[in-house]
């Protein structure tokens, strides 16, 4: 959850950044619901993303264990 919340306070940082330098149109109002509508999204794919590597580290770290018991028998 920690890293969903970093993920999401850097692409809400990021994507602020961008329409404050290019908004032209629309309020403060229309401007934070841009902002949070664009980053929820990608902080969302960011965390799946990442909790999929974990795994995937996990998953390559137990066939190493079991490809070494196997060699050691």
């Known amino acids: ?6 993920s ?11 329409l404050l330098l290019g908004a032209l149109f629309g309020g403060f109002g ?7 509508a ?3 999204p990608i902080s969302i ?3 799946a993303l990442e909790t999929q ?3 995937q580290e996990a998953l390559e770290k137990r066939i190493q264990e079991l490809e070494s018991r196997e060699a050691g028998e």
């Open 38 to 40: 664009l980053a929820a």
């Open 8 to 18: 999401f306070f850097i692409c809400l940082v990021l994507i602020l950044a961008v």
């Open 45 to 47: 794919l960011v965390n």
């Open 1 to 6: 959850m920690k890293i969903f919340f970093a």
């Open 30 to 36: 229309l401007l934070l619901l841009t902002t949070l």
């Open 53 to 55: 590597r974990r795994k």
